[in-house]
């Protein structure tokens, strides 16, 4: 079932949605050669907290930490760790934050230090795709109209959209109804209406986009071994357009 949230939910959204893109812009600055993942989970969880907010991530489902970092060929869902971070890899940070009983959820890729060219365009074109998407959250249109905007601009430019993991809907929990698939046809699924708040996040490979389970047992990772990329905000479906609740 989609909960439709009220004005006054969504602006509380919006409260927590800002303080999510505030401590995501301050982590992402941490981002450097030698710093370890961990390092990264252990700044935002202190970084939310002391904004009066909640880690959303942390316990959801088993999950022991409160920033995924996913790393190179890793998608999604990477468990923090002692990996030192080096030159040339590319980190994606997914966060999300309760703040006064809502959820809001964000996420992005970062290079560490000077990354390759076919690395860069990879996040420059995940990036995009997640801007032409969000375009689409209008009331009227449909998820499918939002997947598959992703897909063919993605697929032009010779990219895999991974098909076993989509966006949401959220709200008091992390993950509600709808589904929000980064593919599919025009004109199906559920349509948008005033009210409904969603998380649009396309995730991107250089190569295939099957996908398998990470060796930590939670993340998952390219089947390839192709570098992959993230990015994700939280969008509220409004009478005068999409209202990006995680905006930096």
Not at 115 to 122: V, Y
Not at 177 to 187: L, S, Y
Request: charged share 25%; with cysteine; aromatic share 6%.
């Amino acid at each position: 079932m989609i909960s439709i949230k009220t004005p006054e939910e969504i602006k509380i959204m919006a409260e927590g949605g800002k303080i999510l893109a505030a401590v995501l812009k301050e982590v992402e600055k941490m981002v450097k050669p030698g710093i370890t993942t961990l390092e990264l989970d252990r700044a935002a969880e202190a970084l939310i907290l002391s904004h009066g907010a909640k880690p959303a991530f942390k316990g959801y489902e088993g999950f022991p930490y409160s920033l995924c970092t996913s790393v190179n060929e890793n998608v999604v869902h990477g468990f923090p760790s002692n990996y030192i971070l080096k030159e040339g890899d590319i980190v994606g940070l997914d966060l999300g934050v309760l703040y006064k009983g809502y959820n809001t959820d964000m996420a992005s890729t970062v290079a560490v230090g000077k990354i390759s060219f076919e690395a860069k365009r990879l996040l420059d074109t995940t990036k995009k795709s997640l801007r032409l998407g969000i375009k689409k959250a209008k009331i009227g249109n449909t998820v499918g109209d939002i997947g598959n905007t992703i897909q063919r601009f993605v697929e032009g430019q010779k990219y895999g959209v991974v098909r076993d993991l989509c966006g949401h809907g959220i709200g008091k929990s992390v993950h509600e109804d709808p589904r929000i698939p980064n593919f599919g046809a025009r004109r199906t699924g559920e349509e948008l209406v005033s009210g409904m708040v969603i998380c649009i996040e396309p995730m991107l490979a250089i190569g295939d986009y099957n996908l398998k389970k990470a060796k930590d047992g939670y993340g998952f990772t390219t089947k390839d071994g192709s570098l992959a990329a993230h990015f994700e905000h939280t969008i509220a479906i409004t009478e005068k357009g999409p209202l990006v609740l995680t905006e930096k």
